[in-house]
């Protein structure tokens, strides 16, 4: 193992908490849909093309004409997401090499999905001639996720926690030019929080280190290829037999780190006529500069003794900073109403993951050199259809179902991201006792396949498997016009 792999296990640990948004959750990859009870009972068709939907506050302020008055909505999603590994029996080892290539113990990890709350707030306000102008309020939450693995599993060293959390709060305005068109733009400020946790194998670490030592000397005294490369196998040997070998002697690191940005959306929508609004929205990207990360590093003391800490610099407390850019996405949203009963609605969104989150440079404080993180993810297509129908004048039955496309492929999929393409089918109900009172209720249960991963660790450690997933979200708004 040469210096430069050394340094990757920190830079792998590190580097993936100081400028990893790692993660998935109900929509493709980390990116949360889930701002509206009522969006969520029609799988968010017609997410910004149908009336009386405070949430546009936040995905398209030009379709703020379409909210009746003064008010104000609170949203409550909870989001239900399991992962069970099962790992390939005999196909998770560490790294070859003299006496290195042992068989990496460890159970599936458990359950690594949680259950988590996503709420959302929004205050609308018309003003000017006619109420043609219109100020929002919005909070929300338009990326997060959580897995939590055992802390001894198989896959502890590509990762064991991940917690990830981006909270927007935003201010909208918007224009009617006239009933049938109006323009709309908002700015957010999006608190982002960041913490990762994995093992470190320092047992297959020192085991490269004494080989790299051997190679070195052996180099020096002008030794052949042939005598260099049994000078290194000789000493992993010895190190394997010190007890230093992949597996042995594990480390550990937790890293947090935090930043605020600033984004903003751009909205219109058309009218065509009375009963149809057609919405298209651009949301921009954020980027996160993280220049206070900590990464708190837990090394046994024979390991420290080995490597020569801390003055090595290696595997030490440190700070670091990167940058996280989190993706942009553009939305078509449809919504017909056929008649006084029946609505129908679509939503198209793509989501522009290639340019973000294709890789990261992190720089360190301490004496690791700089590395560059390859995601690779792919932009994603999110698309729905959805109708609503009045059954009386006080209760409103939704449905819904959409195709939501992952960034991830069995070539890049991780253990903190074991996302897949994945069916949604929702179904919905609304419940207005009052002119100024609406209660909306909506579920949605996820269909996914069975995602494999086959994932090579900074240190040579090769976990693979399949994921069994799933995800099932409920959520309840309350609508209050004053």
């Given at each position: 193992?040469?210096?430069?792999?050394?340094?990757?296990?920190?830079a792998?640990?590190?580097?993936?908490?100081?400028?990893?948004?790692?993660?998935?959750?109900?929509?493709?990859?980390?990116?949360?849909?889930?701002?509206?009870?009522?969006?969520?009972?029609r799988?968010?068709?017609?997410?910004?093309?149908?009336?009386?939907?405070?949430?546009?506050?936040?995905?398209?302020?030009?379709?703020?004409?379409?909210?009746?008055?003064?008010?104000f909505?609170?949203?409550?999603?909870?989001?239900?997401?399991s992962?069970?590994?099962t790992?390939?029996?005999?196909?998770?080892?560490?790294?070859?090499?003299?006496?290195?290539?042992?068989?990496?113990?460890?159970?599936?990890?458990?359950?690594?999905?949680?259950?988590?709350?996503?709420?959302?707030?929004y205050?609308?306000?018309?003003f000017?001639?006619?109420?043609?102008?219109?100020?929002?309020?919005?909070?929300?939450?338009p990326?997060?996720?959580?897995t939590?693995?055992?802390?001894?599993?198989?896959?502890?060293?590509s990762?064991?926690t991940?917690?990830?959390k981006?909270?927007?709060?935003?201010?909208?305005f918007?224009?009617?030019?006239?009933?049938?068109?109006s323009?709309?733009?908002?700015?957010?400020?999006?608190?982002?929080?960041?913490?990762?946790?994995?093992?470190?194998?320092?047992?297959?670490?020192?085991?490269?280190?004494?080989?790299?030592?051997?190679a070195?000397?052996?180099?020096?005294a002008?030794?052949?290829p042939?005598?260099?490369?049994?000078a290194?196998?000789?000493?992993?040997?010895?190190?394997a037999?010190?007890?230093?070998?992949?597996?042995?002697a594990?480390g550990?690191?937790?890293?947090?780190?935090?930043n605020?940005?600033?984004?903003?959306?751009?909205?219109?929508?058309?009218?065509?006529?009375e009963?149809?609004?057609?919405?298209?929205?651009?949301?921009?990207?954020?980027?996160?500069?993280i220049?206070?990360?900590?990464?708190?590093?837990?090394?046994?003391?024979?390991?420290s003794?080995?490597?020569g800490?801390?003055?090595?610099?290696?595997?030490?407390?440190?700070?670091?900073?990167?940058?996280?850019?989190?993706?942009?996405?553009?939305?078509?949203?449809?919504?017909?109403?056929?008649?006084?009963?029946?609505?129908?609605?679509?939503?198209?969104?793509?989501?522009?993951?290639?340019?973000?989150f294709?890789?990261?440079?992190?720089?360190?404080?301490?004496?690791?050199?700089?590395?560059?993180?390859?995601?690779?993810?792919?932009?994603?297509?999110?698309g729905?259809?959805?109708?609503e129908?009045?059954?009386?004048?006080?209760?409103?039955?939704?449905?819904?179902?959409?195709?939501?496309?992952?960034p991830?492929?069995?070539?890049?999929?991780?253990?903190?991201?074991?996302?897949?393409?994945?069916?949604w089918?929702?179904?919905?109900?609304?419940?207005?006792?009052?002119?100024?009172?609406?209660?909306?209720?909506?579920?949605?249960?996820?269909?996914?396949?069975?995602?494999?991963?086959?994932?090579?660790?900074?240190?040579g450690?090769?976990?693979?498997?399949?994921?069994?997933v799933?995800?099932d979200?409920?959520?309840a708004?309350?609508?209050?016009?004053?």
């Open positions: 193992m040469t210096a430069s792999a050394i340094a990757r296990v920190t792998l640990a590190v580097g993936i908490a100081g400028a990893l948004a790692f993660g998935h959750a109900n929509a493709a990859a980390f990116q949360l849909k889930e701002n509206s009870a009522k969006g969520l009972g799988a968010f068709a017609g997410s910004t093309s149908a009336w009386d939907d405070a949430s546009v506050v936040a995905t398209n302020p030009a379709s703020m004409r379409l909210l009746d008055g003064r008010q909505q609170a949203d409550l999603s909870a989001i239900s997401f992962a069970d590994f790992k390939a029996s005999g196909r998770n080892s560490g790294p070859g090499g003299a006496g290195t290539g042992t068989e990496i113990t460890g159970g599936n990890g458990g359950d690594a999905g949680m259950i988590a709350p996503v709420p959302a707030a205050f609308h306000l018309p000017g001639e006619n109420d043609n102008m219109h100020f929002g309020l919005s909070l929300t939450a990326f997060g996720f959580k939590d693995y055992d802390k001894n599993w198989v896959g502890r060293y990762g064991v991940t917690d990830l981006a909270i927007d709060l935003g201010a909208a918007s224009y009617d030019v006239n009933p049938y068109v323009f709309g733009a908002s700015v957010f400020v999006e608190h982002l929080t960041i913490e990762l946790s994995n093992a470190l194998d320092m047992g297959a670490v020192v085991n490269g280190a004494a080989q790299q030592r051997a070195g000397a052996a180099a020096a002008g030794r052949t042939a005598q260099i490369a049994a290194a196998a000789a000493a992993g040997q010895a190190a037999a010190g007890g230093f070998f992949p597996g042995s594990d550990f690191v937790t890293i947090e780190g935090d605020n940005a600033v984004g903003y959306v751009l909205g219109t929508t058309l009218s065509p006529t009963n149809t609004n057609i919405a298209f929205s651009y949301r921009s990207k954020v980027e996160h500069k220049t206070g990360g900590k990464a708190n590093f837990t090394v046994p003391q024979n390991v003794v080995a490597l800490q801390p003055g090595s610099g290696l595997f030490v407390d440190t700070s670091g900073k990167a940058t996280v850019t989190l993706p942009a996405s553009f939305s078509m949203s449809v919504t017909h109403r056929i008649n006084d009963r029946w609505t129908v609605m679509g939503d198209v969104s793509r989501t522009a993951w290639k340019t973000a294709d890789e990261v440079t992190v720089d360190f404080a301490s004496n690791q050199p700089d590395n560059t993180l390859g995601f690779h993810y792919n932009d994603t297509t999110f729905s259809i959805g109708t129908y009045k059954l009386s004048d006080t209760i409103t039955l939704r449905g819904g179902v959409a195709y939501d496309e992952s991830t492929s069995i070539e890049h999929r991780d253990v903190r991201v074991p996302d897949v393409t994945r069916k089918l929702s179904v919905g109900l609304g419940w207005t006792p009052s002119e100024k009172t609406e209660f909306n209720f909506g579920y949605t249960h996820l269909f996914t396949d069975e995602p494999s991963i086959n994932v090579t660790s900074a240190t450690n090769v976990v693979k498997g399949k994921y069994d799933g995800g979200i409920l959520a708004s309350i609508n209050y016009k004053f």
